[in-house]
């Protein structure tokens, strides 16, 4: 499996996990003074808390994956193991006992706790479960695959590494004294006034120009 892959695979777990818990998980029915029979429902984030924990962790872990390097990425990759495994025991222990999710939410929405009928599970526990399972699935799977991974871009390397073939990086000065000369600048006279044999390119361009010769034999 390869970094795009795994990191395309964690954010759309991350995002199906937040799917699977948001509709109703649990529904059931109260009595309340005023009514006699009132329904209650509880979503999946309210029934199982480790269920959007979990989703967010994948989301960051995907993240981490594409822009970290060799080190970061396999403690991302064990992060979202832990968050597919986090989901699943969450929503198994929902699905295992449902009441104390209904009688929170019967709490939380009417003020009563005394349940009136069964409570009824849907079927996006389910879902959540196995979207947690498959986080825990792409994060083994990327770490197997992580060694080939290529290492991220040198972007962030330190500025003014010289480039390919002893080049400078694009950007950085030349160092002082490299034989560089200044523009305009003539021959540098030697012992007697005479040239040093160093012709300026201007000049010698401008010595063309007149007909003269820049070497000035």
Sequence with gaps: ??????????????????????????TT????????????????????????????????????????GRVARYVALVVAAAAGVLVVVSTLAVVADPTPAATAAASASSG???????????????????????AVVVAVWGGVAARGWAATSGRHERAGAPAAGGQAAPGTQPAAGAGTTEPGAGPHPGPGGEPDGEIDPHDAWDALSRGDDPTGR
């Design 29 to 68: 029915t109260v009595a309340t003074a005023l009514e006699p029979e009132v329904a209650v429902a509880a979503a999946g984030t309210s029934a199982a808390p480790g269920v959007g924990a979990g989703a967010l962790v994948l989301l960051a872990a995907g993240i981490a994956c594409a822009l970290t």
């Design 1 to 26: 499996m390869t970094r795009t892959r795994t990191v395309l695979a964690l954010l759309v777990l991350g995002a199906l996990t937040f799917g699977t818990g948001s509709p109703t998980w649990v």
């Design 112 to 134: 009563v706790t005394d349940l009136t009928s069964p409570v009824v599970l849907t079927a996006w526990p389910w879902a959540a479960v196995a979207t947690g399972v498959l």
